[in-house]
């Protein structure tokens, strides 16, 4: 019997799935780092199969009931402990090519692992879009509605958002980046007049994506909200991150946030912030 979370949170529905409005996020489990390779390396090392899976039960015991990820091994492995130990967590599949583009193996993950969801990678999203092949993404969405979960897909673009919104693409949620990290250097030396080294986290992007996420008829799962960390170095600078985040999106949306806690609880310091800014009973 599945074991209910000890702390509910504040919840949205996707589909016919309640799920918390604060998802877990795995970049830092995955060794993805916006801080250097030397920090994704060290979360990589960090983050053993023992350790992933005691986050993601610290989690569940927190209310956070979703785990939003890529494929790996790694996840492979974590999500089949944490429901064989009685937790009925969530998951919402982040595809990328490998599986985008080969229809077996995006079978094979969904009948394994029966994910909620699966949603388009934004990376490949914003790469289509600017080569003017965006209509793979819909082609894709298609093939994960078959298959039965829920078909979306994620941009750190607002533009290519904004073309499927108006376009009344069959798709049940978006994953929405606060931040527009695949600009091109030149896309950015023409708007900067040069390449900062540390370019990608322009300020006035989360306003942007907010105006998307608050006009679109989908629900949104906004992601870099925290900046890939930078907003988070003082316990101010993650409240006024989440303040803004709730204050900007609409009630039925959530947020994906990865966990780091080998220094602090981030976890639940950040399932305390979503109960405080994030209750859609005000």
């Not at 007049?193 to 989908?218: H, N, Q, T, Y």
């Not at 803004?244 to 966990?259: Q, W």
């Not at 609880?265 to 912030?273: C, K, N, P, Y």
Request: contains cysteine; aromatic residues 10%.
């Amino acid at each position: 019997m599945s074991q209910p979370p000890a702390q509910p949170l504040p919840t949205i529905q996707l589909g016919a799935h309640r799920v918390s409005r604060l998802v877990a996020g795995a970049n830092p489990i995955l060794g993805y780092s916006y801080m250097g390779a030397l920090v994704g390396k060290f979360m990589n090392d960090y983050f053993t199969l023992e350790r992933t899976v005691e986050l993601l039960n610290h989690c569940w015991d927190l209310g956070i009931n979703t785990w939003q990820s890529s494929w790996h091994d790694k996840v492979d492995k974590a999500l089949t402990a944490v429901r064989s130990g009685g937790r009925d967590l969530q998951w919402v599949f982040l595809a990328h090519t490998a599986h985008s583009e080969d229809p077996h193996a995006l079978a094979d993950i969904v009948r394994r692992h029966k994910p909620i969801a699966v949603v388009h990678h934004g990376g490949v999203t914003d790469r289509l879009w600017r080569e003017g092949k965006i209509a793979q993404v819909r082609d894709f969405a298609k093939r994960v509605r078959d298959l039965g979960p829920l078909a979306g897909a994620s941009a750190h673009n607002p533009d290519a958002l904004c073309y499927m919104e108006d376009g009344g693409w069959d798709l049940d949620l978006y994953m929405t980046c606060f931040y527009r990290l695949t600009r091109t250097p030149e896309e950015l030396h023409a708007m900067l007049g040069e390449v900062p080294l540390w370019g990608e986290f322009l300020p006035s992007d989360p306003i942007r994506m907010c105006e998307f996420i608050r006009a679109a008829k989908r629900p949104c799962l906004a992601f870099k909200i925290l900046g890939g960390g930078r907003l988070a170095d003082r316990p101010e600078g993650t409240e006024a991150a989440f303040q803004f985040a709730f204050r900007n999106i609409k009630p039925t949306d959530g947020v994906i946030v990865g966990f780091f806690p080998r220094f602090a609880d981030h976890a639940a310091e950040a399932a305390a912030l979503t109960r405080r800014f994030g209750s859609t009973s005000r």
